[in-house]
């Protein structure tokens, strides 16, 4: 599909349609994302070691805040590019491309820098203690610190390809890294195999995310000429123009999220004043209380629903399309 067919979706298509096409592949997507967000703790509490499985609990409210941080370019971006492309801003669409996709990469390695330096202090803040603080360090030293950037880029990418209309591609981008991390946590947590518990963990969920990305670049050069996402140097000199509405988007966004942080880590901190049992039951609950959030049958206004068709909203903003 090229850069018209693109933009045809949304802005011929009738509504129903264009709603479902963008519905679909993301909601399947986010099945594939809720197995895989449960994945670590599943194969980490069969080891039926409590310290573990605590280990990834103090470890997951840094492991989310790479959402935000993703959603700060990814949510912003997406928004921006579709109103531009609503107007027929090709040009605008590059350059705001351009600019969310430097933006995720800067942050992400500036994350990752910060975590490295202040690991100690804030996995305690997140309720480490000297039974789990080793095994959440090893956890996050990959699914942060290493694999943060991929993570990152991973959902940055799906935002910025269903934007310009790929929600089948972005769906099969995340999927991708999903079921490999699926298949990867059995084979480096379980003693069975390689038996590295939760910072094997860590490394299936870091490989996974590499490949995910791996498998968003592939898309891109082989759509090279009919995508908007580039990293063109000469885009980036736009930056203080279209920075703004990016941010104006993808700022509450990110909000959002990283107080969704401070709830989960102040709860980890005070169930850390409990048995380590405790904390691990934290951490399985917290996965279980994702349920209502992505299943598709919540409610006709859930996550699930809205979330996705962001875009179609946005270019109709910018072609101002009568709705109907």
């Known amino acids: 599909m090229n850069r018209k067919q693109n933009l045809e979706v949304f802005a011929k298509t009738p509504v129903r349609k264009a709603v479902l096409l963008q519905i679909v592949p993301a909601v399947a997507s986010q ?3 809720l197995v895989y967000n449960l994945a670590d703790t599943y194969f980490v509490g069969m080891l039926n070691a409590p310290h573990e499985t605590a280990a ?11 959402t935000a941080i993703s959603n700060l370019f990814g949510v912003g971006g997406a928004s921006a590019i579709a109103r531009a492309l609503g107007r027929q801003d090709e040009e605008g669409a590059r350059r705001i491309a351009a600019i969310s996709l430097a933006g995720g990469l800067l942050s992400a390695l500036l994350f990752s820098a910060a975590f490295r330096l202040l690991a100690d202090p804030v996995l305690h803040l997140c309720g480490a203690t000297e039974a789990t603080y080793a095994a959440a360090y090893g956890y996050a030293k990959w699914v942060v610190i290493l694999g943060g950037p991929f993570t990152i880029l991973n959902t940055l990418l799906a935002n910025l390809v269903r934007a310009e209309g790929g929600a089948g591609a972005a769906a099969f981008g995340v999927s991708f890294g999903g079921v490999l991390n699926i298949l990867l946590d059995p084979l480096f947590v379980l003693p069975q195999f390689l038996g590295l518990g939760a910072v094997g963990a860590g490394m299936a969920t ?10 968003f670049a592939v898309y891109l050069v082989r759509r090279r000429g009919a995508t908007y996402l580039n990293l063109l140097p000469a885009n980036l000199r736009y930056a ?11 700022f ?13 880590a ?12 405790a904390v691990a039951a934290l951490g399985i609950v917290k996965k279980l209380d994702q349920l209502p ?13 809205c979330w996705p068709i962001t875009t179609l909203p946005g270019i109709t903003v910018g072609v101002r399309r009568p709705s109907g």
């Open 266 to 277: 102040a709860q980890a901190d005070f169930v850390s004043q409990y048995p380590t049992e």
């Open 31 to 33: 099945m594939v994302t």
């Open 56 to 66: 990834v609990t103090v470890a997951y409210p840094s492991f989310l805040m790479l």
């Open 293 to 305: 959030c992505i299943s598709p049958s919540v409610s006709p206004t859930d996550f699930c629903r």
């Open 240 to 250: 203080a123009q279209y920075l703004r509405p990016i941010l104006a988007i993808g």
């Open 206 to 215: 870091a490989l996974s995310n590499g490949a995910a990305v791996a498998c």
């Open 252 to 264: 509450p966004s990110a909000l959002q999220y990283a107080l969704t942080v401070v709830a989960t």
